[in-house]
Protein backbone atom coordinates (compact mmCIF):
# COMPACT_ATOMS: atom_id res chain seq x y z
CA UNK A 1 0.00 0.00 0.00
CA UNK A 2 0.87 3.49 -0.50
CA UNK A 3 -1.63 6.17 0.28
CA UNK A 4 -2.02 9.37 0.00
CA UNK A 5 -3.84 11.66 2.88
CA UNK A 6 -4.87 15.13 2.76
CA UNK A 7 -7.46 17.53 4.32
CA UNK A 8 -8.17 20.78 3.37
CA UNK A 9 -11.95 21.45 5.45
CA UNK A 10 -10.01 23.61 8.26
CA UNK A 11 -7.78 26.15 7.87
CA UNK A 12 -4.92 23.73 7.65
CA UNK A 13 -3.68 22.46 4.41
CA UNK A 14 -2.36 19.06 5.34
CA UNK A 15 -0.58 16.59 3.03
CA UNK A 16 0.84 12.61 4.22
CA UNK A 17 1.91 9.59 2.95
CA UNK A 18 1.64 6.10 4.19
CA UNK A 19 2.74 2.55 3.92
CA UNK A 20 0.37 0.89 5.72
CA UNK A 21 2.09 0.55 8.25
CA UNK A 22 3.78 4.19 9.12
CA UNK A 23 3.94 7.74 7.78
CA UNK A 24 6.55 8.47 5.42
CA UNK A 25 6.06 11.78 4.91
CA UNK A 26 3.64 14.97 5.80
CA UNK A 27 3.41 18.12 5.41
CA UNK A 28 0.86 20.99 7.39
CA UNK A 29 0.92 24.88 6.43
CA UNK A 30 -2.30 26.73 8.18
CA UNK A 31 -3.75 29.30 5.72
CA UNK A 32 -7.43 29.31 5.62
CA UNK A 33 -7.25 31.79 2.23
CA UNK A 34 -4.29 29.36 0.47
CA UNK A 35 -5.73 26.06 -0.15
CA UNK A 36 -5.87 26.08 -3.39
CA UNK A 37 -2.18 27.17 -3.66
CA UNK A 38 -0.74 24.86 -1.04
CA UNK A 39 -2.47 21.78 -1.62
CA UNK A 40 -0.81 20.74 -4.76
CA UNK A 41 2.87 21.57 -3.74
CA UNK A 42 2.06 20.10 -0.61
CA UNK A 43 1.96 16.70 -2.36
CA UNK A 44 4.74 17.24 -4.70
CA UNK A 45 6.83 17.89 -1.60
CA UNK A 46 5.53 14.85 0.48
CA UNK A 47 6.38 12.36 -2.54
CA UNK A 48 9.38 13.96 -2.93
CA UNK A 49 10.53 13.76 0.45
CA UNK A 50 9.28 10.08 0.81
CA UNK A 51 11.56 9.38 -2.40
CA UNK A 52 7.98 8.57 -4.80
CA UNK A 53 6.18 9.11 -7.52
CA UNK A 54 2.06 9.21 -7.85
CA UNK A 55 2.76 6.15 -10.29
CA UNK A 56 3.35 4.58 -6.81
CA UNK A 57 0.09 5.59 -5.40
CA UNK A 58 -2.30 2.74 -4.64
CA UNK A 59 -5.36 4.68 -2.74
CA UNK A 60 -5.82 7.94 -1.83
CA UNK A 61 -7.67 9.27 1.26
CA UNK A 62 -9.59 12.92 1.67
CA UNK A 63 -10.47 14.81 4.51
CA UNK A 64 -14.90 15.52 3.26
CA UNK A 65 -15.82 17.69 5.87
CA UNK A 66 -17.68 19.12 7.31
CA UNK A 67 -15.98 22.28 6.62
CA UNK A 68 -16.46 25.23 4.82
CA UNK A 69 -17.68 24.95 0.89
CA UNK A 70 -14.81 26.55 -0.75
CA UNK A 71 -11.98 24.72 1.02
CA UNK A 72 -13.40 21.49 1.37
CA UNK A 73 -14.26 21.64 -1.82
CA UNK A 74 -10.17 22.08 -3.35
CA UNK A 75 -9.28 19.26 -1.70
CA UNK A 76 -12.60 16.58 -2.80
CA UNK A 77 -12.18 18.31 -6.36
CA UNK A 78 -8.04 17.45 -6.27
CA UNK A 79 -8.42 13.49 -4.76
CA UNK A 80 -10.94 12.61 -7.31
CA UNK A 81 -9.67 14.28 -10.33
CA UNK A 82 -6.14 12.59 -9.04
CA UNK A 83 -7.58 9.21 -8.46
CA UNK A 84 -9.35 9.21 -11.91
CA UNK A 85 -5.92 10.62 -13.49
CA UNK A 86 -4.43 7.33 -11.71
CA UNK A 87 -6.92 4.59 -11.64
CA UNK A 88 -6.72 4.44 -8.04
CA UNK A 89 -9.23 4.73 -5.74
CA UNK A 90 -10.61 7.29 -3.32
CA UNK A 91 -11.84 7.10 0.00
CA UNK A 92 -13.28 9.80 1.68
CA UNK A 93 -12.76 10.11 5.87
CA UNK A 94 -14.60 12.58 8.26
CA UNK A 95 -12.55 15.25 8.81
CA UNK A 96 -13.34 15.11 12.89
CA UNK A 97 -12.67 11.49 12.77
CA UNK A 98 -8.86 12.63 11.75
CA UNK A 99 -9.14 14.99 14.08
CA UNK A 100 -10.11 12.67 17.16
CA UNK A 101 -7.84 10.08 16.28
CA UNK A 102 -5.13 12.22 15.87
CA UNK A 103 -5.68 13.31 19.55
CA UNK A 104 -5.06 9.70 21.09
CA UNK A 105 -7.64 10.34 24.20
CA UNK A 106 -8.98 7.51 25.81
CA UNK A 107 -12.15 8.73 27.64
CA UNK A 108 -14.82 10.56 26.38
CA UNK A 109 -14.13 13.84 24.65
CA UNK A 110 -16.13 16.52 21.71
CA UNK A 111 -14.35 17.48 18.57
CA UNK A 112 -14.69 20.59 17.01
CA UNK A 113 -13.93 22.86 14.24
CA UNK A 114 -14.90 26.17 13.48
CA UNK A 115 -17.93 26.75 11.67
CA UNK A 116 -18.06 30.52 11.14
CA UNK A 117 -20.76 32.37 12.07
CA UNK A 118 -20.33 31.96 15.44
CA UNK A 119 -21.24 28.10 15.24
CA UNK A 120 -19.05 24.83 15.45
CA UNK A 121 -18.82 21.34 13.72
CA UNK A 122 -18.59 19.15 15.96
CA UNK A 123 -18.63 15.46 17.46
CA UNK A 124 -18.90 13.76 20.53
CA UNK A 125 -16.33 10.33 20.91
CA UNK A 126 -16.09 7.84 23.39
CA UNK A 127 -12.66 7.39 22.57
CA UNK A 128 -9.95 8.50 19.04
CA UNK A 129 -11.72 5.89 17.46
CA UNK A 130 -15.87 5.91 17.99
CA UNK A 131 -17.77 8.57 17.57
CA UNK A 132 -21.43 8.57 19.31
CA UNK A 133 -22.55 11.20 18.27
CA UNK A 134 -22.65 13.59 15.08
CA UNK A 135 -21.29 15.40 13.36
CA UNK A 136 -23.83 18.58 13.71
CA UNK A 137 -23.34 22.26 13.22
CA UNK A 138 -24.55 24.49 16.46
CA UNK A 139 -23.91 27.70 18.05
CA UNK A 140 -21.02 26.19 21.06
CA UNK A 141 -23.47 28.10 23.42
CA UNK A 142 -26.39 25.85 22.04
CA UNK A 143 -24.38 22.55 22.65
CA UNK A 144 -23.36 23.93 26.02
CA UNK A 145 -25.63 21.92 28.22
CA UNK A 146 -24.94 18.34 27.09
CA UNK A 147 -21.08 19.04 26.11
CA UNK A 148 -20.06 20.73 29.50
CA UNK A 149 -19.11 18.13 31.11
CA UNK A 150 -16.67 16.65 28.09
CA UNK A 151 -12.87 18.05 27.09
CA UNK A 152 -12.60 19.07 23.96
CA UNK A 153 -9.69 19.64 20.99
CA UNK A 154 -9.65 21.77 17.90
CA UNK A 155 -10.27 24.78 17.08
CA UNK A 156 -13.46 25.69 17.40
CA UNK A 157 -13.14 24.81 21.01
CA UNK A 158 -10.83 27.05 21.50
CA UNK A 159 -12.83 29.74 20.52
CA UNK A 160 -15.52 29.11 22.87
CA UNK A 161 -13.60 27.66 25.70
CA UNK A 162 -16.79 28.58 28.27
CA UNK A 163 -18.80 26.05 26.29
CA UNK A 164 -16.60 22.93 27.60
CA UNK A 165 -15.08 21.30 30.31
CA UNK A 166 -11.27 21.74 29.06
CA UNK A 167 -9.94 22.43 25.36
CA UNK A 168 -6.93 20.63 24.46
CA UNK A 169 -4.81 20.01 21.37
CA UNK A 170 -4.54 19.89 18.19
CA UNK A 171 -6.20 22.25 16.82
CA UNK A 172 -6.25 21.26 13.50
CA UNK A 173 -6.76 17.78 11.56
CA UNK A 174 -3.12 16.49 10.84
CA UNK A 175 -3.01 14.15 7.44
CA UNK A 176 -0.50 11.82 9.59
CA UNK A 177 -3.65 11.08 11.42
CA UNK A 178 -5.88 10.89 8.66
CA UNK A 179 -3.69 8.72 6.89
CA UNK A 180 -2.93 6.21 9.47
CA UNK A 181 -6.75 6.49 10.19
CA UNK A 182 -7.85 5.27 6.68
CA UNK A 183 -4.99 2.92 6.70
CA UNK A 184 -6.15 1.16 9.41
CA UNK A 185 -9.86 1.18 8.37
CA UNK A 186 -8.93 -0.28 5.13
CA UNK A 187 -6.96 -3.28 7.01
CA UNK A 188 -9.57 -4.43 9.21
CA UNK A 189 -12.50 -3.71 6.97
CA UNK A 190 -13.74 -0.62 8.89
CA UNK A 191 -16.17 2.25 7.13
CA UNK A 192 -14.60 4.74 4.84
CA UNK A 193 -16.98 7.25 2.87
CA UNK A 194 -17.35 8.04 -0.35
CA UNK A 195 -15.58 10.91 -1.55
CA UNK A 196 -18.62 13.48 -1.46
CA UNK A 197 -19.12 16.64 0.71
CA UNK A 198 -19.90 16.97 4.09
CA UNK A 199 -21.42 19.97 3.77
CA UNK A 200 -24.29 20.71 7.01
CA UNK A 201 -25.39 23.78 5.77
CA UNK A 202 -25.79 25.94 2.61
CA UNK A 203 -22.58 27.83 1.44
CA UNK A 204 -22.12 31.38 2.86
CA UNK A 205 -22.23 32.56 -0.99
CA UNK A 206 -25.91 33.12 -2.06
CA UNK A 207 -27.73 34.74 -5.31
CA UNK A 208 -28.96 37.70 -4.32
CA UNK A 209 -32.51 38.84 -3.86
CA UNK A 210 -34.16 39.90 -7.09
CA UNK A 211 -31.87 39.06 -9.02
CA UNK A 212 -31.80 39.44 -13.04
CA UNK A 213 -29.98 38.03 -15.26
CA UNK A 214 -27.90 40.02 -18.17
CA UNK A 215 -27.50 37.72 -20.79
CA UNK A 216 -29.92 37.54 -23.61
CA UNK A 217 -32.40 34.64 -23.44
Not at 161 to 169: D, G, L, R, T, Y
Request: proline letters at 8%; aromatic letters at 6%.
Amino acid sequence: MLLLAFDTATPAVTVALHDGTRVLSARTRVDARRHGELLVPGIVAVLDEAGRSRADLTDIAVGVGPGPYTGLRVGLMTARALGDALGVPVHGVCTLDALAYGAARTGPFVAATDARRKEVYWARYADARTRTEGPSVNRAADIAASVAQLPAIGAGAALYPESFASVHEPDHVDAAALAALAAERLAHGGELLPPEPLYLRRPDAKVPANYKPVTPR
